[in-house]
Protein backbone atom coordinates (compact mmCIF):
# COMPACT_ATOMS: atom_id res chain seq x y z
CA UNK A 1 0.00 0.00 0.00
CA UNK A 2 1.19 3.66 -0.89
CA UNK A 3 2.67 5.17 1.84
CA UNK A 4 2.63 2.69 4.43
CA UNK A 5 5.66 0.59 5.57
CA UNK A 6 5.38 -3.32 6.35
CA UNK A 7 7.71 -3.20 9.08
CA UNK A 8 5.80 -0.72 11.09
CA UNK A 9 2.42 -2.00 10.27
CA UNK A 10 3.52 -5.68 11.39
CA UNK A 11 5.49 -4.05 14.87
CA UNK A 12 2.36 -2.54 15.33
CA UNK A 13 0.46 -5.93 15.01
CA UNK A 14 2.84 -7.49 17.43
CA UNK A 15 2.23 -4.95 20.05
CA UNK A 16 -1.74 -5.21 19.70
CA UNK A 17 -0.98 -9.08 19.80
CA UNK A 18 0.43 -8.92 22.94
CA UNK A 19 -1.85 -5.99 24.59
CA UNK A 20 -4.69 -8.55 23.55
CA UNK A 21 -2.99 -11.53 25.44
CA UNK A 22 -2.14 -8.75 28.89
CA UNK A 23 -5.76 -7.61 28.87
CA UNK A 24 -7.61 -11.10 28.22
CA UNK A 25 -5.89 -12.51 31.29
CA UNK A 26 -6.01 -8.85 33.15
CA UNK A 27 -10.11 -9.27 32.59
CA UNK A 28 -9.56 -13.07 33.62
CA UNK A 29 -8.11 -11.93 36.56
CA UNK A 30 -10.41 -9.07 37.64
CA UNK A 31 -13.45 -11.37 37.38
CA UNK A 32 -12.06 -14.11 38.93
CA UNK A 33 -11.95 -16.83 36.23
CA UNK A 34 -8.26 -17.36 36.58
CA UNK A 35 -5.79 -16.56 39.88
CA UNK A 36 -2.60 -14.75 38.06
CA UNK A 37 -0.52 -12.45 39.79
CA UNK A 38 -0.86 -9.57 36.76
CA UNK A 39 -0.74 -6.80 39.18
CA UNK A 40 1.80 -7.43 41.28
CA UNK A 41 4.20 -10.08 39.64
CA UNK A 42 7.72 -8.64 38.02
CA UNK A 43 7.28 -10.33 34.94
CA UNK A 44 4.14 -9.31 34.07
CA UNK A 45 4.43 -5.95 35.14
CA UNK A 46 7.35 -5.56 32.50
CA UNK A 47 5.27 -7.47 29.54
CA UNK A 48 2.82 -4.59 30.46
CA UNK A 49 5.21 -1.74 30.29
CA UNK A 50 6.77 -3.40 27.07
CA UNK A 51 3.73 -3.37 25.56
CA UNK A 52 2.81 0.51 25.67
CA UNK A 53 6.72 1.22 25.52
CA UNK A 54 5.97 -0.49 21.94
CA UNK A 55 3.14 1.47 21.33
CA UNK A 56 4.44 4.84 22.22
CA UNK A 57 7.59 4.51 20.25
CA UNK A 58 5.53 3.50 17.24
CA UNK A 59 3.44 6.64 18.05
CA UNK A 60 6.64 8.47 17.55
CA UNK A 61 7.94 6.49 14.56
CA UNK A 62 4.48 7.59 12.91
CA UNK A 63 4.77 11.21 13.50
CA UNK A 64 8.49 11.05 11.79
CA UNK A 65 6.51 9.27 8.86
CA UNK A 66 3.84 11.74 9.03
CA UNK A 67 6.56 14.60 8.26
CA UNK A 68 8.64 12.51 6.05
CA UNK A 69 5.81 11.40 3.21
CA UNK A 70 4.65 15.28 3.46
CA UNK A 71 2.62 16.56 6.44
CA UNK A 72 -0.70 16.78 5.73
CA UNK A 73 -2.54 19.22 8.49
CA UNK A 74 -5.96 17.52 7.29
CA UNK A 75 -4.78 14.12 8.01
CA UNK A 76 -2.78 14.71 11.15
CA UNK A 77 -6.45 16.65 12.62
CA UNK A 78 -8.25 13.77 11.29
CA UNK A 79 -6.14 10.84 12.75
CA UNK A 80 -6.26 13.16 15.98
CA UNK A 81 -9.36 13.34 16.49
CA UNK A 82 -10.45 10.14 15.75
CA UNK A 83 -7.85 8.94 18.49
CA UNK A 84 -8.94 11.84 20.82
CA UNK A 85 -12.70 10.86 20.59
CA UNK A 86 -11.86 7.21 20.73
CA UNK A 87 -10.42 8.38 24.10
CA UNK A 88 -13.34 10.13 25.13
CA UNK A 89 -15.32 6.79 24.64
CA UNK A 90 -13.19 4.80 27.09
CA UNK A 91 -13.51 7.32 29.98
CA UNK A 92 -17.58 6.98 29.21
CA UNK A 93 -17.53 3.38 29.14
CA UNK A 94 -15.23 3.45 32.39
CA UNK A 95 -18.06 5.56 34.25
CA UNK A 96 -20.81 2.34 32.81
CA UNK A 97 -18.29 -0.61 33.84
CA UNK A 98 -17.01 0.56 37.43
CA UNK A 99 -17.27 4.46 38.36
CA UNK A 100 -14.60 4.05 41.28
CA UNK A 101 -12.15 2.90 38.39
CA UNK A 102 -12.68 5.83 36.11
CA UNK A 103 -9.99 6.27 33.06
CA UNK A 104 -9.29 9.66 32.82
CA UNK A 105 -6.14 9.46 31.32
CA UNK A 106 -5.62 6.17 29.77
CA UNK A 107 -3.28 4.97 27.00
CA UNK A 108 -5.59 6.76 24.13
CA UNK A 109 -5.82 10.08 26.21
CA UNK A 110 -2.10 9.87 26.44
CA UNK A 111 -1.20 9.26 22.63
CA UNK A 112 -3.48 11.93 21.70
CA UNK A 113 -1.41 14.32 23.98
CA UNK A 114 1.62 13.52 23.15
CA UNK A 115 0.85 13.12 19.46
CA UNK A 116 0.32 17.55 19.75
CA UNK A 117 3.16 17.95 22.02
CA UNK A 118 6.13 15.60 19.74
CA UNK A 119 5.02 16.75 16.89
CA UNK A 120 7.39 19.94 16.31
CA UNK A 121 10.42 17.24 17.15
CA UNK A 122 9.15 15.40 14.26
CA UNK A 123 10.38 18.58 12.38
CA UNK A 124 13.71 18.38 13.84
CA UNK A 125 17.31 16.36 14.34
CA UNK A 126 16.76 12.81 15.67
CA UNK A 127 19.44 14.05 18.41
CA UNK A 128 17.25 16.77 19.72
CA UNK A 129 14.59 14.04 19.78
CA UNK A 130 16.21 11.58 21.41
CA UNK A 131 18.19 13.78 24.07
CA UNK A 132 14.83 15.21 24.98
CA UNK A 133 13.27 12.49 25.39
CA UNK A 134 15.74 10.76 27.52
CA UNK A 135 15.73 13.81 29.43
CA UNK A 136 11.77 13.22 30.36
CA UNK A 137 11.99 9.40 30.67
CA UNK A 138 14.57 10.59 33.34
CA UNK A 139 12.09 13.27 35.11
CA UNK A 140 9.87 11.50 36.80
CA UNK A 141 12.27 8.60 38.49
CA UNK A 142 13.91 11.51 40.11
CA UNK A 143 10.97 14.06 40.72
CA UNK A 144 7.73 13.20 42.32
CA UNK A 145 5.13 15.45 44.71
CA UNK A 146 1.82 15.11 46.60
CA UNK A 147 0.98 17.74 44.69
CA UNK A 148 0.82 15.84 41.65
CA UNK A 149 -1.78 13.30 43.10
CA UNK A 150 -4.60 15.61 42.48
CA UNK A 151 -6.87 13.92 39.88
CA UNK A 152 -6.59 17.09 38.04
CA UNK A 153 -2.76 16.87 38.16
CA UNK A 154 -2.07 12.96 38.17
CA UNK A 155 -1.87 13.05 34.14
CA UNK A 156 1.52 14.85 34.30
CA UNK A 157 2.97 11.63 35.88
CA UNK A 158 5.09 12.96 38.70
CA UNK A 159 2.46 12.19 41.17
CA UNK A 160 3.29 9.79 44.64
CA UNK A 161 0.37 8.08 44.30
CA UNK A 162 -2.94 7.72 42.08
CA UNK A 163 -6.62 6.86 42.52
CA UNK A 164 -7.98 3.66 41.31
CA UNK A 165 -8.60 3.35 37.69
CA UNK A 166 -8.91 0.72 34.83
CA UNK A 167 -6.44 2.86 32.67
CA UNK A 168 -3.63 5.15 33.60
CA UNK A 169 -0.87 6.59 31.19
CA UNK A 170 0.98 9.43 32.36
CA UNK A 171 2.21 12.08 30.21
CA UNK A 172 5.37 11.34 31.55
CA UNK A 173 7.78 8.95 30.95
CA UNK A 174 5.73 7.95 27.73
CA UNK A 175 5.80 11.70 26.03
CA UNK A 176 10.13 10.51 26.25
CA UNK A 177 9.65 7.70 24.66
CA UNK A 178 7.26 9.03 21.68
CA UNK A 179 10.53 11.37 21.28
CA UNK A 180 12.63 8.26 21.12
CA UNK A 181 10.29 6.67 18.81
CA UNK A 182 10.87 10.24 16.22
CA UNK A 183 14.78 9.61 16.36
CA UNK A 184 14.26 5.94 15.84
CA UNK A 185 12.26 6.76 12.69
CA UNK A 186 15.09 9.22 11.69
CA UNK A 187 18.00 6.94 12.14
CA UNK A 188 16.40 3.75 10.91
CA UNK A 189 13.57 4.44 7.83
CA UNK A 190 15.49 8.31 6.90
CA UNK A 191 14.16 7.48 3.48
CA UNK A 192 12.27 4.67 0.70
CA UNK A 193 16.28 3.48 0.52
CA UNK A 194 16.37 2.61 4.11
CA UNK A 195 17.02 -1.47 4.87
CA UNK A 196 14.02 -1.37 7.09
CA UNK A 197 11.51 1.00 4.61
CA UNK A 198 12.56 -1.75 1.91
CA UNK A 199 11.48 -5.01 4.21
CA UNK A 200 8.25 -6.73 2.81
CA UNK A 201 7.42 -10.33 3.75
CA UNK A 202 4.58 -12.61 2.05
CA UNK A 203 4.74 -14.48 4.86
CA UNK A 204 1.31 -15.15 6.74
CA UNK A 205 1.90 -14.19 9.74
CA UNK A 206 3.07 -10.69 8.58
CA UNK A 207 0.75 -10.23 6.15
CA UNK A 208 -1.59 -11.15 9.35
CA UNK A 209 -0.08 -8.40 11.63
CA UNK A 210 0.43 -5.94 8.88
CA UNK A 211 -2.63 -5.65 8.39
CA UNK A 212 -4.18 -5.62 12.19
CA UNK A 213 -1.79 -2.77 12.51
CA UNK A 214 -3.38 -0.81 9.84
CA UNK A 215 -6.55 -0.76 11.99
CA UNK A 216 -5.19 -0.48 15.51
CA UNK A 217 -7.62 1.98 16.31
CA UNK A 218 -10.47 0.05 15.56
CA UNK A 219 -8.48 -3.19 17.13
CA UNK A 220 -8.51 -2.07 19.96
CA UNK A 221 -11.65 -0.27 20.71
CA UNK A 222 -13.06 -3.37 19.81
CA UNK A 223 -10.92 -5.77 21.92
CA UNK A 224 -12.11 -5.04 25.28
CA UNK A 225 -16.09 -5.03 24.91
CA UNK A 226 -15.13 -8.60 23.12
CA UNK A 227 -13.29 -10.02 26.01
Given at each position: ???????????????????????????????????????????????????????????????????????????????????????????????????????????????????????????????????????????????????????????????????????????????????????AGKWLLADRSAALA????????????????RHSLLIYMAHVPAL
Amino acid sequence: MAGRYQIVDAARGCALAAMIVYHAAWFATDYRLIDVPITTEFSWRVFQKSIASSFFALVGVGLHLTVLLGFSRRRYLMRLAKVGGCAAVVTATSVFLDPERLTTFGILHSITTCSVLALPLAFRSGGLAAGLGALLIALPLQVSSPVFNDPWLSWVGLATAIEPTFDHQPLLPWLGVVLLGIAAGKWLLADRSAALARWESASMPARVLARAGRHSLLIYMAHVPAL
